[in-house]
T-cell receptor
Framework: DGGITQSPKYLFRKEGQNVTLSCEQN?????MYWYRQDPGQGLRLIYY???????QKGDIAEGYSVSREKKESFPLTVTSAQKNPTAFYLC??????????????FGPGTRLTVL | GQQLNQSPQSMFIQEGEDVSMNCTSS?????WLWYKQDPGEGPVLLIA?????ELTSNGRLTAQFGITRKDSFLNISASIPSDVGIYFC?????????????FGTGTLLAVQP
């Protein structure tokens, strides 16, 4: 079955700890994305990557870091510098045609709660 | 970052009723997308629109790409309980230097059997 997997579904961490969220896709998509979702708000882009070993900051990158060492994997680290990390985190992927990215498909999400 | 204006924010309807929601932008897009998100899950793509004035259907769902390229509409006919969820619009400009998706704030739909 092709798709995007995110793990774990629920994650609890103590304040001040870094935490890494996993995102894996077997769709052979070139581009991958991380979004944050808060209640009553739309999705906000944290980081995105169109090719292995390259990634770009989105609208709210402060306090987050990513890596893209493999095409199928795009882990997100929520660092202790992120002031309000409790949120629902969504990973997405898409194909790339030339300079353009096509429709994005989303994973099931990880709900992070910082205590 | 920019977010699109989506209305209404929420709707509470009876099963069988039709639903309409819309999304407006201050800037032009060449692509509009509509997603549905079930509680605690990731958004699922419903309809993609690529041309101004385009009207596209997916079962009981119909979406339109506004002629001004600054808005889009989604209609759901004869709603059923499984239509419950949050509906998001998203706009982008494929083919540009940066073609990130810009999302609306969502419309929460509740359907009473």
């Amino acid at each position: 079955d092709g798709g995007i997997t995110q793990s774990p579904k629920y994650l609890f961490r103590k304040e001040g700890q870094n935490v890494t969220l996993s995102c894996e896709q077997n769709l052979n998509h070139d581009a991958m994305y991380w979004y944050r979702q808060d209640p009553g708000q739309g999705l906000r882009l944290i980081y995105y990557s169109q090719i292995v070993n390259d990634f770009q900051k989105g609208d709210i990158a402060e306090g987050y870091s990513v890596s893209r060492e493999k095409k199928e994997s795009f882990p997100l680290t929520v660092t202790s510098a992120q002031k309000n990390p409790t949120a629902f985190y969504l990973c997405a992927s898409s194909i790339v045609r030339g300079r353009s990215t096509d429709t994005q498909y989303f994973g099931p999400g990880t709900r992070l709660t910082v205590l | 970052g920019q977010q699109l204006n989506q209305s209404p924010q929420s709707m509470f309807i009876q099963e069988g009723e039709d639903v309409s929601m819309n999304c407006t932008s201050s800037s032009i897009f060449n692509t509009w997308l509509w997603y549905k998100q079930d509680p605690g899950e990731g958004p699922v793509l419903l309809i993609a629109l690529y041309k101004a004035g385009e009207l596209t259907s997916n079962g009981r769902l119909t979406a339109q790409f506004g002629i001004t390229r600054k808005d889009s509409f989604l209609n759901i006919s004869a709603s059923i309980p499984s239509d419950v969820g949050i509906y998001f619009c998203a706009g982008t400009n494929y083919g540009g230097a940066t073609n990130k998706l810009i999302f609306g704030t969502g419309t929460l739909l509740a359907v009473q059997p």
